[in-house]
């Protein structure tokens, strides 16, 4: 079965950088699209960014598409999500999920696949 675990999220001042990771294990394959969402307290979830294993094409939500940089290891099997310049408003449950379609959405209803999150929180 598709395994995916979340890491790398904590406490940070805004400005600050984080790099999450999502390992892959199971019956994930490099040609899965994969995703990352996040969801705040009480908040609806939040697409953020994916890619398209046919083309490798990026796709981004407006509101970090210049800060947040989406990436995949194949070699490690993780896939990355470089957060930078931090705010506030990113605090969150990260999340990265799966799709055995391998085309990008932004929606998270086209993803049977995910992790179990990691916090992330930045502060003023």
């Known amino acids: 079965q598709v395994r995916l675990v979340e890491s790398g999220g904590g406490l940070v001042q805004a400005g600050d950088s984080l790099r999450l990771s999502c390992a892959t294990s199971?019956?994930?394959?490099?040609?899965?699209?994969v995703a990352w969402f996040r969801q705040s307290l009480g908040k609806a979830t939040e697409f953020l960014a994916a890619?398209?294993?046919?083309?490798?094409?990026?796709i981004y939500a407006d509101s970090v598409k210049d800060r947040f940089i989406f990436s995949r290891d194949n070699a490690k099997k993780l896939v990355y999500l470089q957060m930078n310049s931090l705010k506030p408003e990113d605090t969150a449950v990260y999340y990265c999920?799966?799709?055995?379609?391998?085309?990008?959405?932004?929606?998270?209803?086209?993803?049977?696949?995910w992790g179990e999150g990691t916090q992330v929180t930045v502060v003023s």
């Open positions: 890619d398209s294993w046919n083309t490798g094409d990026i």
């Open positions: 199971g019956g994930f394959i490099p040609n899965y699209a």
């Open positions: 999920a799966a799709d055995w379609r391998a085309v990008a959405s932004k929606e998270a209803s086209k993803y049977p696949y």
